[in-house]
């Protein structure tokens, strides 16, 4: 079945301790869509400008992603650039140019408003809801975060969390939501925003799901050689949709396997810069992944 | 089979956000030996002065660990005391005032040499090697640390390390001791000072352990109530110790579940001040969360 994944569409410059590389294709619907894409059709939603290069746009057609729900407008594609500290868990934002976003409004083509399977990845809020708002009759809408929106439209993110089955966010959101140290109750108290399904994003530690009063510890594929984690957590949540999507079975039964083949996702997307190493994987190098990670956690 | 574990025995004050408990029972030794004695006969090193409380001698005994290796010395018994930041991760220490401790050199009862499986609770090297001296042939030795050892002890760690079969540290050790940050490059590293088995801790997020050019990534169980951290760690090591000892056939087929054990006996530890909670839990309640643990990480 069809995902539907909107976010930002991004050119990304980004510094480590190791290297620079400069307008990378990135952008949490960029990382998610590719991510997703392993596992069967995308649809895409998202604006670039016009400056965007033609050689990301082969990247996503090359991944078969549907581009009909992605604008491009004359300006600027957005542009983030950031640093990371020597631990790479750490990093700052040096520069964010909104350009063509800071007027996107998603419009959904006909052909995308019957997807099933949806996945907001990191924007604002108001504008996933806007997405929702044309969608017929989602099977599963799963929703993810960041720290900003926390702190400047928190009202437009509550009003959507009553509108998703699966809240996905990091662990000092999940304590800054709730207002509560301790995760297990984090969750817990963010289950009552309406989220039936909260999974909390750990990193190179995991990530936790909550879910019909149970737990599950889904572990994070140990990387010897970290290049850049940026784009990690969307390839997570894109891995764990695209999955769902091609299983078959009512979503809820799946959610572990999911999280296990995002984490595999996501894996790839750390060992190279922007999309590089993603891009480059195929599911049978996540299969692999995934049954090594079978084997890490088996007891 | 029967399981030797040196370390410090101390009394700890102990402060967290919520509450503060004075000469608590603690250290290293304490909470490893209570934690290894759910599994079996425990035979316990260390030193307390005359003013150690009859109390804590009873709950030694309760837990039917042998104290013929404890020496009770004039002089008042070694006291630590920490605050612990509201995450409940981070402490410093407050005070540490050694008493009998400046002068302890570990005396093995003769009852003690044959031991086939031991545990260097944290201590100063030098003395973890002279206990290992007055063993006859251990089947098993595992040992523990702490940075200070790694700032102040180095030489004496590193002869050590040639001499124990599994080696146990917390992330940020690892990465001191192996002067790497990916922990997964700083496991091979410590391999390569002598250890077969690294287990590297990481608090909530479980531990890893490498060993025959595998990983393994061992759960914590999650809390919603962290009474106070202290001698988690010791109690992982301690519960990991005593299972292998239990459990039939070599100790390195074990080493999972032996681990997982620990990570159960650990969970108490964190649930209340100093002994308290671990001192309550039985064979049966930790069986409970080793199940749990299984559910809590099948995919």
Request: glycine content about 8%; hydrophobic content about 45%.
């Amino acid at each position: 079945m069809s995902v539907l994944i909107v976010g930002s569409t991004a050119l990304d410059s980004i510094k480590t301790p190791r290297a620079e590389n400069a307008r990378l294709l990135g952008g949490s619907a960029s990382h998610a869509a590719v991510a997703a894409s392993f596992f069967g059709p995308v649809k895409l939603v998202g604006i670039v400008g016009d400056d965007f290069p033609r050689r990301y746009l082969d990247l996503y057609r090359k991944h078969k992603i549907d581009l009909e729900g992605l604008q491009i407008a004359p300006g600027k594609t957005f542009h983030w650039s950031g640093e990371y500290e020597v631990n790479m868990n750490n990093r700052r934002t040096l520069a964010t140019e909104l350009g063509v976003f800071e007027t996107f409004l998603p419009r959904l083509p006909e052909s995308y408003r019957d997807s099933p399977f949806v996945l907001l990845a990191n924007i604002a809020p108001s504008l996933q809801g806007h997405v929702l708002d044309q969608m017929r009759r989602p099977r599963f809408v799963m929703a993810d975060t960041m720290d900003l929106w926390l702190n400047i439209a928190l009202a437009d993110l509550l009003k959507l969390l009553r509108r998703v089955d699966c809240f996905v966010l990091n662990e000092s959101e999940a304590r800054q939501l709730a207002q509560e140290d301790n995760l297990m109750r984090a969750a817990k108290k963010i289950h009552r925003l309406g989220p039936k399904h909260v999974i909390v994003k750990k990193g190179e530690h995991g990530a936790v799901l909550s879910s019909g009063g149970r737990l599950f510890l889904c572990p994070a594929f140990p990387l010897d050689r970290v290049a850049d984690p940026t784009g990690a957590g969307d390839s997570f949540a894109g891995g764990m949709i695209g999955w769902l999507a091609a299983a078959r079975g009512p979503a809820e039964a799946g959610l572990r396997r999911a999280m296990v083949y995002g984490s595999a996702v996501a894996s790839f997307c750390c060992e190279g810069f922007g999309l590089t190493a993603t891009a480059r994987a195929s599911r049978a190098a996540i299969e692999k992944r995934f049954k090594a990670l079978q084997l890490l956690t088996r007891f």
